[in-house]
């Protein structure tokens, strides 16, 4: 004999059971309302929008794998990196497949900025698997690449030696080429600076390898002849061209007043 509540059914009122049946129906028919809604609760498919209203939303440890969210497995020494279900090894690992597998540093070496590759300190060049101690030869210094090394000022390379720089009169030690270079004034001509021959009312330029005309000349082959400049005229600093003087404007050859609009 069924109980409710304790007490054989039998013994509740008739009103009692009648009520009770009611109440356990419209429970049956009200909850797949409540967690399905209509459609799943008449048994009709989900529909699209059905789906998108229940869409779930991963966490930062997931990878959505269509409408669900599953959790991203790392392999051992690894971590979250780039998008969706991506990771990186940990410094100091390097990626192996599936998996992270820590690398042993040669001796002298150090780890990049990436944490996944190598570099020799300085002072060492990398000879494959080892970082090899370089040797300085006397009057030079390591370079800029760490593993070479660089003549100091005044001396150049022979082999593995620097030797001191022959200087020719007039010129004097480059600072970064290791050669030399001839003062201002001066073109290098084979081993020997020869002094730049000047036209008159020439100047030196370029660094002191080539030559300008001076204010108020310009340039006709190895020459330099006077500008004729129109009144309230002015040559330019290059001697090439010229402009007119502030309060004037050039109107052909001319420089003149400019005109007022009435």
């Given at each position: 004999?069924?109980?409710?509540?304790?007490?054989?059914?039998?013994?509740?009122?008739?009103?009692?059971?009648?009520?009770?049946?009611?109440?356990?129906?419209?429970?049956?028919?009200?909850?797949?309302?409540?967690?399905?809604?209509?459609?799943?609760?008449?048994?009709?498919?989900?529909?699209?929008?059905?789906?998108?209203?229940?869409?779930?939303?991963?966490?930062?440890?997931?990878?959505?794998?269509?409408?669900?969210?599953?959790?991203?497995?790392?392999?051992?020494?690894?971590?979250?990196?780039?998008?969706?279900?991506?990771?990186?090894?940990?410094s100091g690992y390097v990626d192996v497949g599936a998996r992270c597998m820590a690398f042993v540093l040669?001796?002298?070496?150090?780890?990049?900025?990436?944490?996944?590759?190598?570099?020799?300190?300085?002072?060492?060049?990398?000879?494959?698997?080892?970082?090899?101690?370089?040797?300085?030869?006397?009057?030079?210094?390591?370079?800029?690449?760490?593993?070479?090394?660089?003549?100091?000022?005044?001396?150049?390379?022979?082999?593995?030696?620097?030797?001191?720089?022959?200087?020719?009169?007039?010129?004097?030690?480059?600072?970064?080429?290791?050669?030399?270079?001839?003062?201002?004034?001066?073109?290098?001509?084979?081993?020997?600076?020869?002094?730049?021959?000047?036209?008159?009312?020439?100047?030196?330029?370029?660094?002191?390898?080539?030559?300008?005309?001076?204010?108020?000349?310009?340039?006709?082959?190895?020459?330099?002849?006077?500008?004729?400049?129109?009144?309230?005229?002015?040559?330019?600093?290059?001697?090439?061209?010229?402009?007119?003087?502030?309060?004037?404007?050039?109107?052909?050859?001319?420089?003149?007043?400019?005109?007022?609009?009435?």
């Open positions: 004999m069924t109980e409710l509540g304790g007490v054989p059914e039998s013994d509740l009122p008739i009103k009692t059971k009648s009520r009770m049946t009611w109440a356990l129906s419209a429970l049956i028919l009200v909850v797949p309302l409540i967690l399905f809604g209509p459609s799943r609760a008449q048994g009709v498919p989900p529909t699209a929008s059905d789906l998108q209203t229940s869409e779930q939303h991963c966490t930062d440890k997931q990878v959505r794998a269509g409408i669900a969210c599953h959790d991203v497995v790392l392999p051992e020494h690894a971590h979250r990196g780039g998008y969706g279900g991506d990771w990186t090894c940990d040669p001796k002298n070496s150090r780890l990049t900025n990436s944490g996944n590759t190598w570099e020799c300190n300085d002072g060492y060049v990398d000879s494959g698997a080892a970082c090899t101690q370089v040797n300085l030869p006397v009057h030079a210094h390591m370079g800029w690449n760490r593993g070479g090394w660089e003549c100091d000022a005044g001396f150049v390379t022979t082999g593995t030696e620097c030797v001191a720089l022959t200087v020719p009169e007039n010129a004097a030690a480059a600072s970064t080429s290791g050669g030399w270079d001839c003062k201002a004034g001066f073109v290098r001509v084979g081993t020997a600076c020869v002094a730049l021959e000047l036209p008159q009312n020439a100047v030196v330029a370029g660094f002191g390898r080539s030559w300008r005309c001076g204010e108020g000349f310009t340039r006709a082959g190895f020459s330099c002849v006077k500008m004729v400049l129109p009144a309230h005229g002015t040559s330019s600093y290059s001697g090439e061209s010229w402009y007119c003087e502030t309060g004037y404007e050039r109107r052909g050859q001319t420089c003149v007043l400019p005109q007022r609009q009435p």
